[in-house]
């Protein structure tokens, strides 16, 4: 069964308690749940990993290219200040989505800049939970590849 990797960066973890009118009212684990079901419809199998350092991060991104199809990458504020991340996302030549809550380019300056985003296949913001399951779709579309 083809396997995605499901990517989370800092402060994720706090989603439904932080910010809840920018990030929305659903936990991590909620938003995972609606994922793993969505998922199994398609013969996805699904793996999950937050973390709030950076270095994790590229380890996983690292790991995912012996066994994913793809990575959901929601890379949180290191979408905006990692250059170690983006490096990472160009090494691993498989394709990655960026995913974010918000419509970052609806925010403040500094959230409008992405140093992933040239090195992703696609970036999906602004569809709240829905952004990671738009990510999913496009992994699943007869034309991806």
Same mark, same amino acid.
């Given at each position: 069964?083809?396997?995605?990797? %499901?990517?989370?960066?800092?402060?994720?973890?706090?989603? !439904? @308690?932080?910010?809840?009118?920018?990030?929305?009212?659903?936990?991590?684990?909620?938003?995972?749940?609606r994922?793993?079901?969505?998922?199994? @419809?398609? !013969?996805?199998?699904? @793996?999950?990993?937050?973390?709030?350092?950076?270095?994790?991060? =590229?380890?996983a991104?690292?790991?995912?290219?012996?066994w994913?199809? !793809?990575? =959901?990458?929601?890379?949180?504020?290191?979408?905006?200040?990692? %250059?170690? =991340?983006?490096?990472?996302?160009?090494a691993?030549?498989?394709? %990655?989505?960026? %995913?974010?809550?918000?419509?970052?380019? !609806?925010?403040?300056?500094?959230?409008?800049?992405?140093?992933?985003?040239?090195?992703?296949? &696609?970036?999906?913001?602004?569809? &709240?939970?829905?952004?990671?399951?738009?990510?999913?779709?496009?992994?699943?579309?007869?034309?991806?590849?």
């Open positions: 069964m083809p396997s995605i990797l %499901v990517l989370n960066g800092p402060n994720l973890n706090l989603l !439904g @308690k932080r910010e809840p009118d920018i990030y929305g009212e659903l936990s991590l684990e909620a938003i995972n749940s994922l793993e079901k969505q998922a199994k @419809k398609v !013969g996805i199998q699904l @793996k999950f990993f937050q973390s709030n350092i950076e270095g994790e991060l =590229i380890n991104l690292h790991d995912a290219r012996n994913a199809l !793809g990575v =959901i990458f929601n890379p949180g504020g290191y979408t905006h200040t990692s %250059v170690a =991340i983006r490096d990472a996302i160009a691993i030549e498989i394709p %990655v989505i960026e %995913v974010h809550l918000s419509n970052i380019d !609806g925010r403040e300056e500094f959230r409008r800049i992405s140093l992933i985003a040239p090195v992703c296949k &696609g970036s999906i913001a602004g569809f &709240g939970w829905l952004s990671y399951w738009l990510a999913l779709q496009a992994f699943t579309a007869e034309k991806f590849d």
